[in-house]
């Protein structure tokens, strides 16, 4: 068991202590040469979660988007999920087997406005790369599987300090089930999907894990805890 970081090392090293003591490698995903290396130390893996993704919490409208902003938006969401599906697909051809699991959002699904180059990464991880990777890999491995998580409002280290009780509150209006979702929710997902006795006959899904969201308001009223 491998886990990636690129700068929170204190994070990686406490979830490999979690998982009895899981090899921890650094890498920048948006850079060719260390995702190649990456693999290198990672010697031959049977799964592969592709998680690593930068939401820019800043609100700009696409005509005010400048496009530094656009371009390290594409690299750091689709450009590092390219980079570690070619790594691990690499491997695969060499195994003749393996699951990958791409993480997109629900910014994907349905937009993001403010966030147009996020959910333009996103909408490409869960639609045209996952449905290409999954009719691909079947001509190097008869029953390799690639399928996605979209996760909706997901409490972490990247969103928490955009998550004030008034954005829960009116986020949360658009879910049935009225509450954010926590790592562990979508960590669980990834799980199923990754798994061959689970999932051996799913490939090409797309799992949506947030909370019954639809785009709409679903409760009037305001929460009451």
């Given amino acids: ?56 919490s800043e609100d700009v409208p696409v005509w005010e988007l400048p496009l530094e902003r656009w371009e390290a938006t594409l690299a750091a969401n689709l450009t590092a999920t390219f980079l570690t599906a070619r790594g691990f697909l690499r491997q695969v051809a060499e195994r003749g087997h393996g699951s990958l699991v791409l993480v997109a959002s629900t910014a994907g699904l349905v937009g993001e406005a403010g966030h147009a180059d996020y959910a333009a990464a996103k909408s490409a991880i869960a639609h045209g790369l996952l449905l290409s990777l999954k009719n691909e890999v079947v001509r190097i491995a008869p029953r390799a599987r690639v399928n996605a998580v979209c996760p909706g409002w997901t409490e972490s280290p990247m969103t928490r300090g955009s998550l004030s009780p008034e954005t829960l509150d009116r986020v949360t209006r658009t879910m049935a089930l009225r509450k954010v979702a926590q790592p562990e929710d979508v960590a669980r997902q990834v799980v199923v999907l990754a798994s061959d006795e689970l999932s051996g006959h799913v490939t090409g899904q797309v799992v949506t894990v947030a909370g019954g969201m639809e785009g709409r308001v679903v409760h009037e009223t305001p929460f009451q805890p």
């Fill in 1 to 56: 068991m491998v886990v990636h970081y690129h700068r929170g090392r204190e994070r990686a090293d406490a979830l490999a202590g979690e998982l009895g003591g899981a090899l921890v490698v650094g890498a920048d995903l948006r850079v060719e040469a260390e995702v190649e290396q990456l693999f290198e130390e990672a010697g031959e893996l049977d799964v592969c979660a592709a998680v690593a993704g930068v939401w820019p």
